[in-house]
């Protein structure tokens, strides 16, 4: 539509035309307004269409009656209400019918609207006064458009505004209808009552309701129809749905653990080696690293920071006894009264095991002439080792019995119950006392029997059945062909760590036991014998067994049936003095392994322990027990050494060697052969706390090696005053030996103490002392067993003193040791260096002899010359002296003193 | 250039006490050793584990701090251990006299 703005805010110029006509009232048509151009300010502006009939019915035909220069055309009203009847709702000015009805005037303006200004064709001007303006100024639209323009430029002439009669627009109508009126008459009530009912106190009294008449109102209940019905079919739904449940717990997690780990480290070649030790870097390192090094092992050397010397200054504490005492206390002594023959003890073997059991093997006490004059009364008499026991000093518990004296013999350290012994014949005999264990090892409990009657005197107390000493038969004893010729003198049992086989290889012992032995005997042979059955055995012939075989008693056990009588030894090895037929007589032998024994105690009784409550005894096994795929030992030191009947010493092998020209098994060449004792050697021993010192006692004298030192002993004593004849080791002090002399005497040695005399010596019995042995039983109780000639066992206390070491002796025994092996080299260097001075001073003496005849004359003269040149200054400083000669000015003072 | 190596290596083994000698590299396998093989090869596995912790502890404790010798006394000897970044000189010393 055309702007609004200036032509709705001119003040004049409003064009206005109006028609007015009367209108007929239609009642349900009345509330459609008529659309007028209020909107834009020209509210009497009713546009309007006329279509082409109605505008020939009123004349107004577009381009006919309403033309440009006159749009407007003049319309009565009564015509229009004609029209009105005619047409009713068809007729055109319809929507304006009440602004006709209401036109005051006669006669309407309809103007043609050529430009659509108001939106449709033509439009009705609804008031009189539009009439009038439209009317009065048709002509100049455009002039007072440039009119309004130019009026707006010139001054704003103020005009009051007039007021005008208010014109009704048609608002009273909806204030009347908003408006709130009375509809009805207002009723007035007037309720009255008499004062003195007002306040008056109320009393309130029950009243059945039913009573009285419509008093109460009630609801009953009633079947209602709606609920009569019952459902007889429900609709309902379902799904089915997968139960999930939610449950948790806790389990023990059990997770794999490594129960062991086996590898292998890495390690660097060689050549890898080599490259390090060019690089650089390393060899800066090591110059920084040991600067620093050196510094802290220097502080080491200079002093020991963590001593502490309070504790180093207290010996041992806990003393039993007097500290000063030093002597060895006679405990027990035993003597077997029921053999009358006069016996010598010649050796002795403490039960590894049960306290207070000792066994002493016993031999008839005569020369070799008289043992081949009474050998018809000898053959009758049996030859024993009795088993003592603290508890009872006069009957033996166990009596072993052997085809002839035993000379050695020695409890194997895996089983106590097995006893080897090697006999004066040659033959090694073989015990098993298993059945018997149970009689020795209750000795303890020997109380019951002193109960009994004791007032018997002691030679009816013998045949009491109760201490029936058994007499136990050996078991086997070796081939007499192929072992010993000679008294056996030394039994050893072998470790039960190694074996060893025919070539003497050293294995692993996969057994646990110890089944092997060596012995030496007087006829120059050491032999290596197994007490398994071995079966490269060519099978005897049938006859000779028939021969052999003798009738078993029923009490002997058959451990060792395989062996009776057949038994061989493994190696025989031959100590030849080359090639001379007098060859070196083995008396002790001492091997590396020895030293263990002594300590073993607590391994012994848990083996066996193990043995009883297991279910085979393995010594019951022995048939099979040879296994073949043994894993060889490497590194294994084979040798050992042996003394001998003359009083040498011998450090030799044992493995055998193939001699290349006869093809048999040859024992290797001794390594060393010392002579220092002038006597027979009886004590051969590794000290218990060192492995490779070994005492050797014979003769006068005794001597301390160390293994692998081939110049010497370490230690050898002068002659003593007597003949040694019996020695041992301390078991518990390093540097401490017992030595047995032939004059009953025990010799104590503390090489602590003294090394060129015994620290004590003390008397035991009368007679030459055969053998020694100490024991300990507890850290507080030891014994030492001593033997002698008339056959009789002392059993002697060692004190507190001699038994306990003294603190770092360990160390320093180690260190007295060094210090002699240096000697020894010092020695031998010295030696050297004597025989180098030997020859030196003899050179020089042959060369003084020639360096006097080599003078030349010239050399004379000079000498000649030199002394007279020395006799006149002297002559000359004498007469200066004695002031004849004028000495010379330039002479200072000082030149003349 | 390795005579200068083996030349200190005696001269420290040549201190009075000294049980054995031995160099390591910084993974702990053994370069030189005057001990025999399992006894070197364990040494040097588990002291080469312990210098790493004492180091690592030296050094978590104060970041600019860093070990520079490491000595365990025990009753019968003296270890020492001389750490680097690339090897490790491992001594051990009987000091008692």
Same mark, same amino acid.
């Given at each position: 539509m055309a702007p609004k703005s200036q032509k709705q805010k001119?003040?004049?110029?409003?064009?206005n035309t109006k028609r007015s006509k009367t209108k007929q009232i239609l009642p349900d048509r009345e509330e459609v307004e008529p659309v007028t151009m209020e909107s834009m300010g020209h509210p009497e502006i009713y546009p309007l269409v006329l279509t082409t009939q109605t505008q020939e019915i009123f004349n107004c035909?577009?381009?006919?009656?309403?033309?440009?220069?006159?749009?407007?055309k003049l319309i009565k009203k009564e015509d229009i209400l004609a029209d009105f009847k005619n047409?009713?709702?068809?007729?055109?000015?319809y929507p304006v019918k009440k602004v006709i009805q209401e036109y005051p005037g006669d006669d309407l303006l309809v103007v043609y609207d050529k430009d659509f200004?108001?939106?449709?064709?033509f439009y009705l001007i609804g008031t009189e006064e539009g009439k009038e303006n439209y009317l009065n100024r048709p002509e100049v639209p455009e002039e007072q458009e440039e009119y309004k323009e130019h009026t707006s430029e010139d001054l704003y002439i103020y005009k009051p505004p007039i007021s005008k009669p208010w014109v009704s627009l048609g608002s009273e109508k909806e204030i009347d209808e908003e408006s709130v009126k009375e509809s009805a008459k207002q009723i007035t009530y007037m309720i009255s009552r008499k004062? =003195?009912?007002?306040g008056a106190p109320v009393k309130f009294r029950d009243q059945n309701?039913?009573?009285?008449?419509?008093a109460y109102i009630e609801c009953t209940a009633y079947p209602d129809k709606n609920f009569i019905?019952?459902?007889?079919e429900k609709d309902v739904g379902m799904q089915v749905v997968p139960k999930v449940k939610d449950t948790s717990t806790q389990t023990r997690w059990t997770y794999p653990k490594n129960a062991s780990t086996q590898y292998y480290p890495r390690e660097f070649s060689e050549e890898e080696k080599e490259i390090f030790g060019q690089s650089k870097p390393l060899i800066d390192f090591l110059n920084n690293a040991s600067i620093s090094v050196e510094i802290a092992l220097q502080q080491n050397e200079i002093m020991? +920071?963590? $001593?502490d010397d309070w504790k180093c200054l207290?010996?041992?504490?806990? +003393?039993?006894?007097?500290?000063?005492?030093?002597h060895l206390k006679e405990y027990q002594s035993f003597t077997d009264?029921?053999?009358l023959t006069e016996n010598m003890v010649t050796s002795i073997s403490w039960h590894?095991?049960?306290?207070g059991l000792i066994a002493v093997s016993v031999a008839i006490r005569l020369s070799l002439e008289d043992r081949v004059h009474f050998s018809g009364k000898l053959l009758l008499q049996p030859s024993l080792i009795l088993f003592w026991s603290f508890s009872d000093?006069?009957?033996?518990q166990l009596m072993l019995e052997s085809p002839d004296d035993i000379f050695c013999f020695k409890f194997c350290?895996?089983?106590?119950n097995i006893i080897a012994g090697g006999c004066i014949n040659g033959q090694i005999v073989l015990w098993d006392i298993t059945a018997h264990a149970d009689r020795i090892e209750n000795i303890k409990t020997g109380g019951s029997r002193s109960k009994?009657?004791?007032?018997?005197?002691m030679f009816l107390l013998e045949p009491d059945s109760n201490k029936e000493a058994t007499y136990i038969r050996h078991c086997a004893v070796s081939s007499i062909e192929n072992?010993?010729?000679?008294? $056996?003198?030394d039994i050893h049992w072998l470790s039960d760590t190694f074996e060893i086989n025919r070539m003497g290889s050293v294995f692993e012992n996969?057994?646990?036991?110890?089944c092997q032995l060596v012995t030496c005997s007087a006829d120059c042979t050491i032999c290596f014998w197994d007490i398994r059955s071995q079966k490269?055995?060519?099978?005897?012939p049938i006859e000779k067994k028939k021969e052999e075989s003798i009738e078993i008693?029923?009490?002997?056990?058959?451990?060792f049936l395989h062996l009776d009588l057949s038994w061989k030894p493994l190696i025989k090895i031959r100590l030849s003095?080359?090639? +001379?037929?007098l060859d070196h007589c083995p008396t002790k032998i001492s091997l =590396?392994?020895?030293?263990l024994l002594y300590k073993a105690q607590d391994k012994i009784l848990a083996q066996s322990k193990v043995v009883k409550a297991g279910?085979?005894?393995?010594y019951h096994d022995?048939?099979?027990?040879?296994?073949?795929n043994l894993k060889p030992i490497e590194d294994f030191c084979t040798k050992f050494f042996v003394g001998t009947e003359e009083g040498g010493v011998i450090y030799t092998d044992w493995k055998m060697e193939r001699?290349?020209?006869?093809g048999r098994l040859m024992a290797k060449k001794p390594v060393n052969l010392y002579a220092?004792?002038?006597?027979?050697?009886?004590t051969v021993q590794r000290s218990p706390f060192y492995k490779d010192i070994i005492l050797t006692i014979g003769g006068w004298n005794l001597a301390i090696w160390k293994e692998? $030192?081939?110049?010497?002993?370490?230690l050898q004593s002068c002659c003593a005053p007597k003949r040694y004849t019996a020695g041992h080791w301390s078991l518990t002090r390093p540097g401490v030996f017992y030595i047995g002399r032939e004059d009953g005497y025990i010799d104590i040695w503390d090489l602590l103490e003294k090394?060129?005399?015994?620290a004590q010596s003390q008397n035991i019995c009368i007679t030459m002392i055969t053998y020694i042995k100490p024991w300990t039983f507890t850290a507080k109780q030891q014994f030492i067993a001593i033997a002698d000639y008339y056959g009789t066992l002392h059993i002697l206390e060692i004190p507190w003193t001699l038994s306990h070491p003294s603190t770092n002796e360990a160390s320093s025994m180690s260190y007295y040791f060094e210090r002699e092996v240096k000697h020894l080299e010092y020695v031998e260097q010295r030696k050297k260096i004597r025989e180098q001075e030997k020859k030196e001073m003899e050179l020089e003496l042959e060369k003084k002899k020639t360096k006097t005849?080599?003078?030349?004359k010239e050399q004379m003269e000079a000498e000649l010359k030199a002394d007279y040149d020395n006799y006149l200054e002297l002559e000359k400083n004498t007469l200066i002296n004695l002031g004849l000669i004028k000495m010379p000015?330039?002479?200072s003072f000082m030149d003349l003193m | 250039m390795q005579a200068e190596v083996e030349e200190t290596l005696k001269r420290i083994q040549s201190h009075?006490?000294?049980m054995g000698t031995m160099v390591v590299n910084a993974e702990g396998?053994?370069?030189?050793?005057?001990?025999?093989n399992s006894t070197t090869v364990q040494y040097a596995g588990l002291l080469h584990q312990l210098t790493m912790k004492a180091k690592s502890t030296v050094r978590d404790i104060d970041p600019q701090n860093d070990l520079t010798f490491l000595r365990i006394r025990s009753k019968k000897h003296e270890i020492m251990v001389a750490p680097d970044k690339e090897y490790l000189l491992i001594v051990i010393q009987n000091p008692c006299e």
């Open positions: 001119s003040a004049g110029g409003h064009k035909r577009i381009d006919e009656d309403v033309t440009d220069e006159k749009p407007y047409r009713a709702a068809v007729s055109d000015f200004r108001y939106g449709l064709n004062r =003195s009912e007002f309701a039913s009573s009285v008449k419509d019905v019952k459902q007889l020991n +920071t963590f $001593i207290a010996e041992e504490e806990g +003393t039993f006894g007097d500290k000063t005492d030093t009264l029921h053999n590894p095991t049960i306290y000093p006069i009957h033996p350290p895996s089983d106590p009994k009657a004791t007032l018997k005197p072992g010993h010729k000679k008294v $056996i003198t996969r057994s646990g036991i110890c490269a055995l060519t099978p005897p008693p029923f009490d002997v056990p058959s451990t003095k080359g090639e +001379t037929s =590396s392994e020895d030293h279910e085979m005894n393995p022995l048939e099979g027990a040879l296994a073949n001699d290349p020209e006869t220092v004792h002038d006597g027979a050697v009886h692998g $030192i081939t110049t010497g002993p370490l090394t060129h005399e015994p005849y080599q003078k030349s000015e330039t002479m | 009075k006490g000294v396998i053994p370069i030189r050793t005057t001990l025999d």
